[in-house]
């Protein structure tokens, strides 16, 4: 599956912004899907995760009540909401794919496969 990532920009500190993650390919229905972000100089973090058809999410603990992983299977697109943005959420946002089971969530990062190009978030303060 080939994934692409669009909707990153500049946004105050404060606001909201939301990323898209279209897939080619196959149907993502049959993929685990998540979000992961890169500051410069430090690792690529997951920031949240969907299972294949959206039934279980996961956050990691920086955005969690901030931001919403959805996805509508039948546009084979998964969604990152982000809300009260933070100039600390500044970073590069890839999204990230990997076939799995019913209701698997894929929270480490070496087990996705397939990566999008990365789309730049910036948050001014």
């Known amino acids: 599956v080939q994934l692409q990532a669009s909707g990153g920009g500049l946004v105050q500190a404060g606001g909201s912004l939301g990323l898209s993650c279209a897939a080619s390919g196959p149907t993502l229905s049959n993929y685990a899907t998540g979000w992961f972000r890169q500051a410069p100089g430090k690792e690529r973090d997951l920031v949240a995760a969907i299972s294949r058809v959206g039934t279980r999410t996961f956050y990691g603990a920086s955005v969690k009540g901030r931001f919403t992983i959805s996805r509508d299977n039948a546009k084979n697109t998964v969604y990152l909401q982000m809300n009260s943005l933070k100039p600390e959420d500044t970073a590069v946002y890839y999204c990230?794919?990997?076939?799995?089971?019913?209701?698997?969530?894929?929270?480490?990062?070496?087990?996705?496969?397939?990566w999008g190009q990365g789309t730049l978030v910036t948050v001014s303060s």
């Open positions: 990230a794919a990997n076939r799995a089971v019913t209701g698997q969530l894929i929270t480490t990062r070496h087990l996705y496969e397939n």
